[in-house]
């Protein structure tokens, strides 16, 4: 049987006990439905294989090929990691666009006993609804920017206002990435796998609420955000953290530990920064980072690169500001700012 999904939602609605993805791997790792495993039926060479034999010599060499390679590996998952699955065990199975791939696998499923469905138009179908929550649709919800200088501790006092009964959504979170040329975290996912990570962050959000995001460009590292909460970010209310150049040095040094422990990496980063400053000042802030003084570096990054930027970017915009100070930004001074946030925010909506 194939279901057909309407909605986000409608996934989860279901209640099957696994998402299985039949693509290749090269597929499922550029994006995939959520909480899906892999169980390729074919990997990436047999499907480039039966690819080109369909081009050059027929469709049914094909797809006798296709069925052999695609029972010889069902039948490996089946002695492997479904090999303990109990009889009640209800999948759903899926490939690109629904067809031969997801069908096989579920024809052989069926066989042993399982109740399994299938998805009408496979990922396809899924992307298709992706798209249209973030690129059809107006962003649901009424939105408040958290903004503030870099180094101002944004994304952990983000993460500290569902505590204080706010929803957000952290879009650096779901790219992996802290926002700027230095804040590479490690990989990031695909564009389509941060598309799929949104918009079901997005669809468990009350539309009748405010929702807060942090700050940040078009752009999350490599991530680029849809027009639609673009557009919803650059209308909404802002609330601000200022605190002092010399506090957010301090808090950037303990935050971008990372960063600080790979000198040559650090080194590399600054090197990007040489067509936008003088010779001399790149080659200070190098020579700041090869002797450890994290903290001066920071200062100095944040007066001739960051703030300036920040400023510039601030007086085009043409929306209400509301300033939060804070005399620093060590741990014990978190919890407070949180608080003067989240009342902040109530008060703007």
Not at 202 to 219: F, H, Y
Request: with cysteine.
């Amino acid at each position: 049987m194939a279901i057909t999904l309407t909605s986000l939602t409608d996934l989860a609605a279901h209640g099957f006990d696994d998402i299985i993805d039949a693509r290749a791997p090269l597929e499922y790792a550029e994006d995939h439905l959520p909480g899906a495993i892999s169980l390729p039926v074919l990997d990436d060479a047999e499907r480039a294989e039966v690819g080109t034999i369909y081009k050059q010599v027929n469709p049914f060499s094909a797809r006798k090929i296709g069925a052999a390679l695609v029972a010889a590996n069902v039948a490996r998952h089946l002695q492997g990691p479904l090999a303990d699955k109990p009889g009640s065990w209800r999948p759903l199975v899926y490939c690109w666009r629904g067809g031969q791939r997801s069908g096989s696998f579920a024809l052989i499923l069926q066989q042993v006993g399982w109740r399994v469905e299938t998805i009408v138009g496979g990922y396809k179908a899924w992307r298709g609804l992706v798209v249209k929550s973030l690129y059809d649709t107006p962003f649901p919800c009424p939105v408040v920017v958290l903004d503030g200088n870099t180094g101002s501790a944004k994304t952990e006092v983000l993460n500290l206002l569902p505590a204080r009964g706010l929803q957000v959504l952290d879009l650096e979170g779901l790219a992996n990435h802290r926002g700027s040329l230095f804040g590479a975290m490690g990989p990031q996912p695909s564009q389509k796998a941060f598309d799929c990570a949104l918009a079901m962050a997005i669809s468990r959000l009350d539309p009748t609420r405010p929702v807060v995001i942090e700050a940040e460009s078009s752009k999350v590292g490599d991530c680029r955000l849809p027009p639609e909460i673009w557009k919803a970010m650059q209308r909404a209310p802002r609330v601000a953290i200022a605190t002092s150049v010399a506090a957010r040095a301090e808090y950037l040094t303990r935050a971008y530990a990372d960063m600080v422990a790979d000198g040559a990496r650090l080194v590399g980063v600054i090197e990007r920064l040489r067509p936008a400053h003088p010779a001399e000042r790149i080659a200070d802030w190098q020579a700041m980072a090869g002797a450890g003084a994290f903290t001066t570096l920071a200062e100095g990054l944040m007066q001739h690169h960051y703030d300036p930027r920040y400023e510039k970017h601030r007086a085009r915009m043409q929306v209400a500001f509301t300033e939060i100070a804070t005399p620093g930004l060590q741990p014990v001074d978190l919890a407070a700012l949180a608080d003067q946030v989240a009342g902040a925010v109530r008060a703007v909506i």
